[in-house]
């Protein structure tokens, strides 16, 4: 059985195996999310007539997505949600997307309505 620990000087004790930092990602790896062409798309389909905007496009990891979204959700001030690789804002908020989404890097075409 290991001894508890009680203060802080126990905890000096403690051997890492590695202390070693993790890798860094490298500006390749970064501009892959960073520069892509996304499309603005304004609808209200099946929706009972409420409106939304979805950005189509994105291509990266499922946890990325979520992140835009959340960024784009918090700047914005509105809900939404990811759904099949797209992010769902709920209003017409085209024109604001956009711009922050350029503002990131991101080239944005504007596509329907």
Not at 13 to 31: A, N
Not at 89 to 108: A, C, F, P, S
């Amino acid at each position: 059985m290991q001894k508890k620990l009680n203060s802080l000087e126990d905890l000096s004790k403690i051997k890492f195996e590695s202390l070693e930092p993790d890798r860094e990602i490298t500006q390749k790896e970064k501009s892959q999310f960073t520069a892509q062409e996304l499309e603005a798309h304004f609808s209200n389909k099946g929706r009972g007539g409420k409106v939304v905007t979805i950005i189509k496009g994105f291509n990266g990891d499922k946890t990325d997505l979520k992140k835009l979204s959340k960024k784009l959700k918090n700047r914005i001030s509105v809900g939404g949600t990811v759904k099949d690789g797209d992010i769902i804002i709920q209003g017409n908020h085209r024109d604001k997307i956009m711009d922050i989404l350029q503002e990131m890097g991101h080239k944005v075409k504007r596509v329907g309505g």
